[in-house]
Nanobody, 123 residues
Framework: QVQLVESGGGLVQPGGSLRLSCAAS????????IGWFRQAPGKDREMVSI????????YQPDSVKGRFTMSRDSAKNTVYLQMNSRKPEDTSVYYC????????????????WGQGIQVTVSS
């Protein structure tokens, strides 16, 4: 059974930093393309980072470039999202997702999803 479990969410002040983790079981993350997504109430799901295991590239929208960084720990089978310089508009439920096909992630879909974790940016 595949499980993705996010952790590290919570409340952070504007300008602050937070690191989310996504621990996988039942799959080896090194074999998958990995994405981080977010969805705010009343809004569509939005991709914030995609790592392509084929090309080794990370793709991000302009809204998070320079502020969000993806990384992996293969030994722990865990992927991270370091979020710096947080803004109130970053408030969302964040999800990790994985897919065999990077195109799936680029369409805001995934083969497997985590349960999501709330991140709130507020003073």
């Amino acid at each position: 059974q595949v499980q993705l479990v996010e952790s590290g969410g919570g409340l952070v002040q504007p300008g602050g930093s937070l690191r989310l983790s996504c621990a996988a079981s039942g799959i080896t993350l090194d074999s998958y393309n990995i994405g981080w997504f977010r969805q705010a109430p009343g809004k569509d799901r939005e991709m914030v980072s995609i790592f392509s295991c084929t090309s080794g590239h990370t793709y991000q929208p302009d809204s998070v470039k320079g502020r969000f960084t993806m990384s992996r720990d293969s030994a722990k089978n865990t992927v991270y999202l370091q979020m710096n310089s947080r803004k109130p508009e970053d408030t969302s439920v964040y999800y990790c997702g994985v897919s065999i096909e990077v195109g799936t992630l680029s369409h805001d879909e995934a083969d497997y999803w985590g349960q999501g974790i709330q991140v709130t940016v507020s003073s």
